[in-house]
């Protein structure tokens, strides 16, 4: 009771990020599909929203600090990162699951160029597919714990599921030959791929 | 004589339920591991090690002006390491073939210059195997093999829908746990719904 009460009643909490996770993995596997499509629209990705001539660039030894102060100074929000690009460079991305920005940072020429990301179904999924880890804090952390939670979800609904499956004897030599056969061509993939 | 009663609907999705996820156990486990392993990463990630496998000259000829990727092509093929690969060239003319494999991914290096090879083999722990296994994907490669593997995980995303579809229907087959159970629905929705709004 306990055990098929625990495998209903995860799914049902946790059914959101399942389904998410599901429905977010078609982009990924057919992302060229995805990449034709969108071109065949022929617009561009981004668009500038702002430029800054003149821009007192922080310093650049730690791009944690750097990401913060270029966040600040154009009044954007969401989780960030900042990357560098070449010596000259450094590219700071914003990102919140319904918009993107990018501010790209010009060094040598102590300008920015900040830029948003036109909104794209796919790219909105596989977003939020991605979103994970610990660093952002606050909100963040806690979409973590639910990917967590998730994770675990899934390994409670196989743990689960064995056993409920086990309880019913007439599913078991069927059952045998369903789980043989899938552990046998994942076996091969990993051999072989 | 007796005739076999035939299966209810309800019998059919529940031994499709069941089968599927028999079926598909090794997935389920590959994909909820991994998305452990990397939701808790250092950032950033350690750059993986190689340990050198082999170092020679390579004694072929390539088509004039022919490209990187073709002459990574005939390299694989003369090395008997046909298969899914990606390749970039160096501001210095190097060629780099990341050659993907389960196990043990290679990485080969070609210095056109002088016709150097070099071999190496990524030392891949479990965690580095779980991520790249979680990322493997699609159709871009024109290998059979990496074809039947972007079908199993196709395979998986229909299971996955499937599962969620087919048991919302199961539960509402057991009418005792109707009302919990949709108290435990709307909380998941709600607290999602909370995070689309703020994230």
Partial sequence: MINRRTHLYLALFLLPWF????????????????????????????????ERLNYAMPPTEDLKAFGDQIVKDTNLSGNYGAYRQGPNRIDVYIYTFWQSMQV?????????????????WDHFLTGMHAKGGFEQGGVSDAWAVLVDLTSVGMLLWVLTGLIMWWRIPSTRKWGWVALAAGFLTFALFIARL | MSSVPAPSWSKLTRRAHLY????????????ALSTLVMNHK????????WELVSQRTYNGIFPPSAKAKEIAAQLL???????A???????????????????APLRITFTPATFDLKIERQLVSTTAWLETMHRRRGFQHPYLLDDAWAFSVDLFIAGVL??????????????STRILGAVVL?????????????L
Avoid: N
């Fill in chain 1, 19 to 50: 389904l998410l996770y599901g429905i977010s993995s078609i982009p990924f596997s057919h992302g060229q599909y995805f990449e034709e499509l969108d071109k065949a629209k022929k617009l561009p990705l981004y668009t500038k929203v702002e």
């Fill in chain 1, 104 to 120: 790209k940072c010009f060094l040598d020429e102590r300008r920015i160029l900040v830029e948003k990301r036109r909104f794209r």
């Fill in chain 2, 20 to 31: 599927l996820a028999l079926f598909l156990t090794p997935w389920v486990l590959l994909y």
């Fill in chain 2, 42 to 49: 250092a950032r950033p990630a350690t750059p993986p090690s």
């Fill in chain 2, 77 to 83: 093929i003369s090395l008997e390491l046909d298969g």
């Fill in chain 2, 85 to 103: 690969h990606r390749v970039t060239q160096t501001s210095d003319g190097l060629i780099q073939i990341q050659r993907q494999a389960a196990t």
């Fill in chain 2, 162 to 175: 499937f599962w969620s579809l087919s048991g919302l229907w199961l539960w509402w087959e057991l009418k």
């Fill in chain 2, 186 to 198: 709307a909380a998941g929705i709600g607290l999602f719904t909370y995070f689309l709004r703020v």
